[in-house]
């Protein structure tokens, strides 16, 4: 087996970034890796879409079901793009410079799938008394379809971790909460007619303004709680001289507590119904795009205790949206940690600090056996 940082580097060099391919590269990249072990692994494949496969690993037992206990080690393959033209160097070419390895996905998050797959031949030596589940995602960055789909697979294997850890970077510290993502798109329908005679017609584009207000008006009243809103992209309208019959909007909410979200999307379906009832004839229609549930604080848990006694760090709220939250609702104590500065993560200057990745082997090492 080749060693973490040996894995790192050819993972950089296989680019998984455009969820509109296949991932097949990286993926078979891996499962050959895998097989090299004596770990018992299966690709799963995305009922959306067959080209996109996820995967899912067991040591310590003899098939993927029925698997009480044991600690789940979970990151994402998939990365976001990289604009070649802002980088110094070829984000998908690792190279190294200072003690540094540069390249897209070097911290966010290829550095903690390495460290997994490194770590499966020292388990034998290891010999934890539980099973190490290990999985890997493929659609983190876009639409995190395939986090759902692994933890629907544990459920229906009564596959049920005591812990997870989701390597995600935190700069070693340990990661116990982040905000949930819930991402909405709302369509409205007006009525088109010529601009020389608006009254004829319903704007779209105007009652979308008045969606958008409510949104800062919210993001205001709640952002001292933690919890945001944004308004992201807008697309409405033909032409100038045709009141818009048609307009899309898509918005966001993040935050730490299920009741302020809960009760922002009440204040905003009833401020649909009041645009509706304003605009006689209009239609406002909305549907969650994205959901990464929230991952609620547990500084508490096992995980969280042991992993500031091996690293002699603090804690951190990963202000980031993660898969963490999924994690949690299957019952596992869950922690972020991983090595590397978020601030780095989808920018043009993505590096690891090459030290860092024996310090994560380490950890992960120390954490099997404590936690065993």
């Known amino acids: 087996m080749k060693s973490s940082i040996e894995i790192l580097k050819d993972l950089i060099a296989i680019e998984s970034w455009d969820t509109t391919k296949t991932n097949k590269d990286i993926v078979d990249y891996i499962c050959n890796l895998l097989s090299e072990t004596e770990i018992k692994f299966q690709r ?11 995967i899912i690993a067991i040591y310590g037992a003899n098939e993927l079901k029925n698997i009480q206990g044991g600690l789940l080690l979970s990151g ?5 793009p990289a604009n070649k033209d802002q980088w110094k160097t070829d984000p998908f070419t690792p190279t190294e410079t200072d003690n540094k390895l540069y390249g897209r996905g070097a911290i966010d ?3 903690s799938i ?5 770590i499966i031949p020292k388990l034998k030596e290891i010999n934890p008394s539980f099973p190490i589940i290990i999985t890997f995602t493929y659609d983190e960055e876009t639409a995190a ?3 759902e789909e692994i933890c629907n697979f544990m459920r229906d294997n009564n596959i049920k971790p005591s812990y997870a850890l989701l390597g995600e970077p935190t700069n070693f510290k340990a990661g116990v909460a982040s905000k949930g993502y819930f991402g909405y798109t709302t369509n409205i329908v007006g009525k088109a007619t010529h601009s020389s005679k608006p009254s004829n017609g319903i704007n779209a584009i105007y009652i979308t303004s008045h969606i958008i207000a409510k949104i800062e008006e919210l ?4 952002c001292n709680d933690g919890t945001t809103l944004n308004t992201g992209v807008i697309n409405g309208g033909k032409a100038c001289n045709i009141v818009p019959d048609n307009c899309t909007l898509e918005w966001e909410i ?3 507590s299920n009741e302020d979200v809960a009760t922002i999307t009440k204040e905003m379906n009833d401020f649909f119904a009041l645009m509706e009832s304003k605009y006689n004839g209009a239609k406002i229609s909305t549907f969650t795009r994205d959901k990464l549930p929230i991952f609620a604080k547990n500084e508490t848990s096992s995980i969280a205790v042991a992993t500031r006694d091996l690293l002699q760090n603090d804690d951190m709220i990963f202000q980031g949206g993660t898969e963490a939250g999924f994690l949690q609702e299957l019952g596992a104590e869950t922690l972020i940690c991983g090595a590397g500065d978020l601030a780095l993560a989808h920018t043009s200057a993505e590096y690891i600090d090459i030290p860092d990745m024996a310090k994560y082997d380490a950890y992960v090492e120390a954490l099997i056996k404590t936690l065993a």
């Open 44 to 54: 799963i494949a995305s009922p959306v879409d067959s080209s996109k496969e996820s």
């Open 76 to 80: 994402h393959i998939d990365t976001v």
């Open 109 to 111: 998050m290829k550095q």
């Open 114 to 118: 390495a460290s997994y797959i490194a």
């Open 145 to 147: 379809l395939s986090i």
């Open 219 to 222: 993001n205001e009243k709640y």
């Open 254 to 256: 993040r935050s730490f």
